[in-house]
């Protein structure tokens, strides 16, 4: 089959879940004997890069805005779509579905399908507005397409009690490989972070997140562990401005920027524990990630995070309070303090989401829903 996929920035991946989770499938519908195409844009994906492991690129503009990214690249990748000889066009997220009529009409042989991946109407970065067009993405994500993928069973609930859609339930997956152990060299060299020394956040630096939560969570506590901030802004230059202010030039606080290849890997590998604060999540890849690093998780006690936490009632991780800088904190200590018992957890989380969320099993069941 000959399916593109519209709505990631791009990859290979420098951020984003959404483009993690396209970069590490459709590859392997490649291998699959598919041939895909991955719409890109120019200011993420460097136009003159043609292909990324067999799966072809094409660089569309976009107006680069905050309102207008998105919409205006999915509308132009949209119409070039028309124009080729797909057999299926697969939409990434709720605000990029907000097109998916056009193929509908125009093109009615081709089978489109969209992947809803998270609540994005709750990021607060959106005005009013923005939040009530892309509550008009999520209906059209579930009436438009032919088929609809949640990657979580809490958004699946979602679509059904909200728009009396039953979903296809596929999960975001991690990757065997990208997991490996590594060595603390570059970090070392970069930023003198050492094996087990520090405490590590991967995100886009947004209020949902809740970053702020973690790094006032972190200042209540007497420790020589270092808080390791992955991540930048998404049109929220004002929160990180917060964020840095909150921070107070700790010198135990270290703000990464945006991390890929092997210093995330890096990152990941040598934490002692990644914590995650988000208010709302899809099916968070970071998660899913350290815990494929065989890491001691911490997250807030949301739907979403919960699903990673606890996988056919084991327990992998540790969870607090949403929103709780005081129940966050607390556990931030225990955590500290008992070394060997917690990493019993992590352990575990490995082999459990290798075996649950595994990227193979993914791409066969998102190309058994295609030929459906």
């Known amino acids: 089959m000959k399916i593109a996929m519209i709505g990631q920035k791009g990859i290979p991946a420098s951020f984003g879940g959404v483009e993690r989770h396209v970069e590490e499938l459709a590859p392997r519908l490649v291998k699959r004997g598919h041939k895909v195409t991955v719409y890109v844009r120019p200011h993420y994906?460097?136009?003159?890069?043609?292909?990324?492991?067999?799966?072809?690129?094409?660089?569309?503009?976009?107006?680069?805005?905050?309102?207008?990214?998105?919409?205006?690249?999915?509308?132009?990748?949209?119409?070039?779509?028309?124009?080729?000889?797909?057999?299926?066009?697969?939409?990434?997220?709720?605000?990029?579905?907000?097109?998916?009529?056009?193929p509908r009409i125009f093109r009615p042989r081709i089978k489109i399908i969209a992947t809803f991946h998270s609540l994005e109407r709750l990021h607060q970065k959106w005005g009013l507005?923005?939040?009530?067009?892309?509550?008009?993405?999520?209906?059209?994500?579930?009436?438009?397409p032919h088929q609809t993928i949640t990657v979580s069973k809490y958004l699946k609930q979602y679509c059904l009690d909200m728009y009396g859609k039953d979903t296809v339930y596929i999960p975001n997956g991690v990757s065997v490989k990208f997991t490996k152990s590594r060595a603390a060299k570059k970090i070392k060299k970069d930023y003198g972070l050492m094996t087990d020394q520090y405490i590590l956040t991967v995100s886009r630096l947004i209020p949902t997140k809740g970053i702020h939560y973690l790094i006032e969570a972190y200042k209540k506590l007497k420790t020589r562990k270092s808080l390791v901030i992955v991540g930048d802004s998404a049109y929220t230059d004002d929160y990180v401005k917060r964020l840095y202010k909150l921070a107070d030039n700790d010198p135990r606080i270290i703000f990464t920027g945006f991390q890929k290849g092997k210093s995330l890997s890096e990152l990941y590998s040598n934490t002692y524990l990644f914590v995650l604060p988000s208010e709302v999540e899809g099916l968070p890849v970071s998660l899913l990630e350290a815990a494929g690093f065989g890491k001691r998780t911490l997250t807030s006690d949301i739907p979403a995070n919960l699903e990673i936490v606890k996988v056919n009632d084991q327990v992998i991780g540790y969870t607090f309070r949403n929103k709780s800088i005081n129940d966050l904190s607390k556990k931030l200590d225990e955590i500290i303090k008992h070394p060997k018992s917690t990493q019993k957890t992590g352990k575990l989380a490995r082999t459990v989401v290798h075996k649950e969320f595994n990227w193979h099993k993914i791409a066969r069941e998102t190309e058994n829903l295609y030929i459906v």
């Open 45 to 102: 994906t460097m136009s003159k890069m043609k292909s990324f492991c067999g799966v072809k690129l094409i660089s569309l503009p976009s107006f680069k805005t905050k309102h207008f990214d998105a919409i205006s690249h999915t509308l132009f990748a949209t119409i070039h779509a028309l124009f080729q000889d797909y057999d299926i066009i697969h939409y990434h997220s709720g605000g990029p579905s907000l097109v998916s009529w056009i």
């Open 129 to 144: 507005l923005a939040r009530l067009i892309l509550r008009l993405g999520e209906w059209t994500c579930v009436k438009f």
